[in-house]
C-alpha cells in the first residue's frame, strides 16, 4: 500500500528530471478537447439525427460506411505528408498543423447541427456525408500531429502513461458538461429548438478551449535535432507500409485496438438508447447516473497508472477482463436502475482501465521501429495506425445502429416493441463483452512484455534527451 501511495504522489509532482507537473498538464490539455469533439459527432450526432432529424438507421450506417472508406484512403496519406513536412522556423510543424485544422472541424460541427427533419432522407443523408468527411480529415491531421508531438515530448513510457492520466481526467471533468446536455436533452422529451442553442454554447466553449490548449506549446527547431526523418518518394510509401503491416508488433497492437478498443470506446451512445428506450427513465437519472459513475471512476485512475507501471501492458489488459465481464454482463441482464448503476459503473472502470493500459502500445511500437531502422516514421506509423484503428473503430457504430435497426427500433415511436429493447440491450451489453474476449486472442501473441517496454523506453529517453544508454 505504501508503494501505491508513493507512486501516486509521484505521479503529479515536480522531478529533477523529465517533465515537471505543468508539462505534463500543457502537454496533455490539446488530447481530450479533439475527443470531446469526437463525442459530440461520433455519439450524441447519432441519436439526434436519428430521434430527433429523422434520419433511418439504416442511412446512419451508410454514412459510416462511407466515412471508414475514407479513412483508409486518406489517413496514411496524411501521416506521410506530415512527416515530409519540414519545420519552418516562422511557424513551426506539428502545433502549426492543430492550430490549421482546428476551424475545419468547428465548423463542420456547427453545420451537422443544422440538418432540419423537413428535408428529405437523401438531403440529411448527403450533407451528414459531407460534413463528417470536412471533419474526419481535419480531425486526423490534428490527431496525428498531436500524437507525433506528444511522442517526442514525453520520450519515455513512463511520461506517457503520466500524460495519458492527466488526459483521462480532463476528458472525464469536460465530459460531465458533454454528457450532462445530451442525456438531459435526448433521453425523453427533447425538444430541437432547445438543442440547437445548447449545441452551438458546446460547440463555442470548444472552440475556446482549443485556443487554450494550443496556446503557448512549444515547437521550436530544437524540438526536432533528434530526429532522423525518413523523406520518402510516393513509390517507397507503399513498400514501407507493408514492411510495418505484417510486423508481429503492428498487428498485435492493430487488432487488439479493432476488436476491444474501438468497441468499448462507444459506449455513451448505446447508454443513452439504453437509458430512453429500455429503462424509460428521464434526463435527471440518466445525467446523474452518468456523472456519478465518472466520479467513481476518475478516483481510481492514478491506481490504473500505476498497475500499468508495474506490471506492464499485457498482465494489466488481462485483469481488466474481471471488471469487463460484471459491467456488461450486468448491463445486458439488468432490470432496474441500482442493477444498471452498478454494471455502468464497472463499465466506465473498465474503459478507462484498458485505454490506460493501451496507452503506451503505439508509442513503444515507433520507439522499437526506430531503434532498429535508426529512422523515425512516427507520421507514417500514425497514419497506418489511424488507417485501421480509427476507421474499423467506427465498425462499432455500424454495428450498433444495425443491430438496433434489425431489431425494429423506431426513433419516433413514443416506447419500442420487446425486440426493439432486446436489440439494444444486445448491442449494449454482449456485443461489446464478446469484442473484449476476442481481443485477448492478438493480445496474447503482443512480444513485449514489461522487461522489453523498459528496454525501449530507455532507448527513447536516451535518443530525446541523451544521458546513460
Known sequence: MRKVVSSIRGLFRFTSSGLTLGEKWRLALPGPVLSVGGVLIHNVFIKYYTDMIGLSPKYVGWVYIIYNIWNAINDPMIGVWIDKMRHRPTRGKYVYIMRVTVPFMIIASFLMMLSSPSWAQWQIFLLYSVELFIYDTAATAYSVAYQSYTLIAAPTKEERIDVNVIQNYVSQAMSFLITMIPTLLLVGDGKREVIIPVF??????????????????????????????QHMETKDVWSESWQIVKSRPFLTYVLYSIFTIGPIGFYFTP???????????????????????????????????????KYGTKISIYWGTISAVLGYGGIFFATNIWTVFLSYIMIVFTVNYIRTAASPMGA?????????????????FNGLFSLFIVAFSSLQTVVFINVIGAFGYDGRATTQSESAVFGIRLATGLIPLIAILIGLIPMAFYPFDKKKEEEISAFSNYARRGGPK
Open 271 to 309: 447508454y443513452l438508447y439504453y437509458m430512453d428506450d429500455v429503462l424509460n427513465t428521464g434526463g435527471l437519472t440518466a445525467t446523474i447516473v452518468d456523472v456519478s459513475t465518472h466520479v467513481i471512476a476518475l478516483m481510481f485512475l492514478p491506481v490504473m497508472g500505476y498497475i500499468v507501471k
Open 364 to 380: 513503444l511500437i515507433i520507439d522499437e521501429n526506430e531503434r532498429t531502422t535508426g529512422v523515425r516514421k512516427t507520421g507514417l
Open 200 to 229: 452551438t454554447a458546446v460547440i463555442l466553449l470548444e472552440s475556446i478551449f482549443f485556443t487554450l490548449a494550443l496556446r503557448g506549446l512549444r515547437d521550436d527547431a530544437k524540438m526536432y535535432e533528434t530526429l532522423n526523418i
